[in-house]
C-alpha cells in the first residue's frame, strides 16, 4: 500500500483537546474514526513521536499523517441516488448535494460520487477518476460535468484547462460589497495547516470574477465566475478580500449576530454549518457533438432559506 504524507501545526484554538479531535479537524474529509486507526497503526506522529488516541495537544505541535492511498482497482460500485440533470452517450451533467464527497480518499473509501457512477454506469471503472473531470468541496453544492467515454473526458478536460468551461456560484457572504470586482491573486497550501490554502506569490494563478446579485443589510449574495479552478479557490479569494462566506468552517470568521438582527435570520445563521456556496451553471461545448450547452440549477433549500432570512433582515 502506498501512502501520501501531510504534515501541520496544531493551532492554539485546539489547545486541550485529544490528538485524535485535533487531527478529524485538521485533515479534512476523514472520519474520527479513521483518524482512531491510523494513530493505532502508528500512521499519526505527534512532535515524532507515536501519540495515543487519547493524549491532549498544547498548540504549536507538529503532526505528520501517513495517509493510505486507494487504488482505482480497489473502488467499489454502490447504489447511491444520482440527480442527472443531462445524460448522453457521452457524457453527464449532475447536480451534487452538499455534504458529498465526489472521490474516495483515506477516510472517505466509499459513499462518495465516484462510488454512485461506478454503479450506475459500470464503464467508467476503464476512465480516469471514473470520468470525474473536475470537483467540488464536500459542503459545495452543485453542477458538475462528468464523461462517460475517454474522447469526451479529454474534450472536457481540455476545455478546463483553456477555461472555456464556464462556471457559475452562488455565493452568500459577510458583509456588503458594494460592486462587482476581479480577484487576481495566486493560491498555493498553506505550509503550515495543510488543510488550508492561502494567497501566495509563488503559488498557482487564480482568478475570480464576482458581481452583486442581491445586497442585505450585513451580508450579500454573489454571483461568481472561475477563471481558474484551484482548491478552494471562492472561499480564499473573498475571504482574502475581507468577506468570507457565511458558515465556512475553515475560511470564516466566528459568527456574529447584531443585536437587532431578525430572529428568522439568526435562527438561520446559527444552524448553517457549511459554506454558503452554490454551483449554479455550468456552460461548455459537448466534446463529441460540438453543441453548446449550459445548464442552472438552483440554490438547495438549505441555502435558499437562508437567503430569504438576509431578504427577511432587510425590512
Known amino acids: 500500500m502506498s501512502f501520501s504524507k501531510h504534515s501541520y501545526i496544531v493551532p492554539d484554538e485546539m489547545i486541550g483537546q485529544r490528538v485524535d479531535k485535533a487531527l478529524a479537524e485538521l485533515c479534512e474529509g476523514h472520519s474520527r474514526s479513521t483518524i482512531q486507526s491510523w494513530i493505532k497503526k502508528g500512521l499519526v506522529m505527534l512532535d515524532d513521536e507515536a501519540p495515543k488516541q487519547k493524549d491532549k495537544v498544547y498548540g504549536g505541535e507538529h503532526l505528520e499523517v501517513h495517509v493510505p492511498e486507494i487504488r482505482q482497482g480497489e473502488w467499489e460500485a454502490q447504489d447511491l441516488p444520482i440527480d442527472i440533470v443531462f445524460e448522453d452517450d457521452h457524457m453527464m451533467v449532475i447536480n451534487k448535494p452538499a455534504g458529498w464527497v465526489v472521490h474516495p480518499g483515506a477516510g472517505n473509501p466509499d459513499g462518495t460520487l465516484l462510488n454512485a457512477l461506478l454503479f450506475y454506469f459500470?464503464?467508467?471503472?476503464?476512465?480516469?477518476?471514473?470520468g470525474i473531470v473536475h470537483r467540488l468541496d464536500k459542503d459545495t453544492s452543485g453542477l458538475m460535468v462528468v464523461a462517460k467515454?475517454?474522447?469526451?473526458?479529454?474534450?472536457?478536460?481540455?476545455?478546463?484547462?483553456?477555461?472555456?468551461?464556464?462556471?457559475?456560484?452562488?455565493?452568500?457572504?459577510?458583509?456588503?460589497?458594494?460592486?462587482?470586482?476581479?480577484?487576481?491573486?495566486?493560491?498555493?497550501?498553506?505550509?503550515?495547516?495543510?488543510?488550508?490554502?492561502?494567497?501566495?506569490?509563488?503559488?498557482?494563478?487564480?482568478?475570480?470574477?464576482?458581481?452583486?446579485?442581491?445586497?442585505?443589510?450585513?451580508?450579500?449574495?454573489?454571483?461568481?465566475?472561475?477563471?481558474?479552478?484551484?482548491?478552494?479557490?471562492?472561499?480564499?479569494?473573498?475571504?482574502?478580500?475581507?468577506?468570507?462566506?457565511?458558515?465556512?468552517?475553515?475560511?470564516?470568521?466566528?459568527?456574529?449576530?447584531?443585536?437587532?438582527?431578525?430572529?428568522?435570520?439568526?435562527?438561520?445563521?446559527?444552524?448553517?454549518?457549511?459554506?454558503?456556496?452554490?454551483?449554479?451553471?455550468?456552460?461548455?461545448?459537448?466534446?463529441?457533438?460540438?453543441?453548446?450547452?449550459?445548464?442552472?440549477?438552483?440554490?438547495?433549500?438549505?441555502?435558499?432559506?437562508?437567503?430569504?432570512?438576509?431578504?427577511?433582515?432587510?425590512?
Open 122 to 130: 459500470p464503464e467508467s471503472r476503464q476512465l480516469a477518476r471514473a
Open 149 to 315: 467515454t475517454e474522447v469526451a473526458r479529454l474534450g472536457l478536460t481540455s476545455q478546463l484547462v483553456d477555461h472555456s468551461l464556464h462556471r457559475e456560484y452562488l455565493a452568500l457572504t459577510n458583509g456588503r460589497i458594494i460592486s462587482g470586482n476581479t480577484v487576481d491573486e495566486p493560491i498555493a497550501r498553506d505550509k503550515h495547516d495543510r488543510r488550508k490554502m492561502g494567497i501566495n506569490m509563488m503559488g498557482k494563478e487564480a482568478v475570480t470574477h464576482y458581481r452583486v446579485d442581491s445586497r442585505y443589510r450585513n451580508h450579500t449574495l454573489l454571483r461568481v465566475q472561475l477563471e481558474t479552478g484551484r482548491t478552494h479557490q471562492i472561499r480564499v479569494h473573498m475571504n482574502h478580500i475581507g468577506f468570507s462566506l457565511v458558515g465556512d468552517p475553515v475560511y470564516g470568521r466566528r459568527l456574529a449576530i447584531s443585536g437587532d438582527c431578525h430572529p428568522q435570520l439568526e435562527e438561520q445563521l446559527r444552524a448553517f454549518k457549511r459554506q454558503a456556496l452554490h454551483a449554479t451553471r455550468i456552460e461548455y461545448v459537448h466534446p463529441v457533438l460540438g453543441e453548446h450547452q449550459s445548464w442552472e440549477r438552483p440554490m438547495p433549500q438549505d441555502m435558499q432559506a437562508l437567503v430569504e432570512a438576509c431578504d427577511v433582515d432587510n425590512h
